[in-house]
């Protein structure tokens, strides 16, 4: 069975700053990874995924990922955040394409000014 | 291009009440997805469909919940009767497993359920 763990519940961080959002999963086969975005009261939004190929992902809004096969991880990172960042971002894994989703618990990124 | 098409967006219902969310995949994907968010337990995968079979529904918490998916561009979940503790965000999603185009999971906006 698959599963994700988001390593912090809760981020807070000021304008400008670097972030990093850790996720590591667990499974028996190969995964594809993705990185999803809830802003308050709205639905899921794909912010990228890992399929194959080179292990750094860049997504929208200037996040970026990389995949480590080693260390099961999948760390999203941002340069330099802004306020509009502020959201909840989930991790998920999958084991086939198009295939079921399972979450990790979600980050609160909440940038301040 | 319309995304999944949810309604209603927001519901409120007395408890013991029957409760239908809808659902409208994008068009031409072939697996459909409905997930439940809930403060305490998060994103749970209730069930899902492939080619309109249901392929899993082990993450149906009880009798009382019930999906259909008649064609391939309608799916339904129902709850009969509700409880205050089905009070959560209901969310639709759609992929088209298995192509190769097909590897993202499109989510709906999300069905608000409040039951009182």
């Known amino acids: 069975a698959q599963s994700v763990t988001q390593l912090d519940s809760q981020v807070p961080v000021f304008e400008e700053a670097p972030v990093e959002l850790r996720c590591n999963y667990s499974s028996s086969v190969s995964v594809y990874l993705f990185w999803y975005v809830q802003y308050p009261n709205q639905g899921l939004q794909l912010l990228l995924k890992y399929l194959s190929g080179s292990t750094l992902v860049k997504g929208i809004n200037g996040f970026e990922a990389e995949f480590n096969k080693s260390q099961t991880s999948f760390h999203l990172r941002k340069p330099s955040v802004h306020i509009s960042d502020t959201a909840e971002y989930f991790c998920?894994?999958?084991?086939?394409?198009?295939?079921?989703?399972?979450f990790g618990e979600g980050t609160q990124l909440t940038v301040n000014p | 291009d319309a995304g999944v098409i949810q309604s209603p967006r927001h519901e409120v219902t007395e408890m013991g009440q029957e409760v239908t969310l809808r659902c409208k995949p994008i068009?031409?994907?072939?697996?459909l997805f409905w997930y439940r968010q809930t403060m305490m337990r998060g994103l749970e995968l209730l069930i899902y469909?492939?080619?309109?079979?249901?392929?899993?529904d082990s993450g149906m918490p009880e009798d009382r919940f019930s999906a259909k998916m008649p064609n391939a561009s309608f799916s339904t979940l129902k709850i009969q009767p509700s409880e205050p503790r089905d009070s959560a965000v209901y969310f639709c999603?759609?992929?088209?497993?298995?192509?190769?185009?097909?590897?993202?999971?499109?989510f709906g906006e999300g069905s608000w359920l409040t039951v009182v």
């Open positions: 068009s031409g994907h072939n697996s």
């Open positions: 469909f492939n080619n309109n079979v249901p392929i899993d």
């Open positions: 998920a894994v999958s084991e086939g394409s198009g295939s079921r989703l399972t």
């Open positions: 999603a759609s992929s088209a497993q298995g192509r190769p185009s097909g590897n993202t999971i499109y």
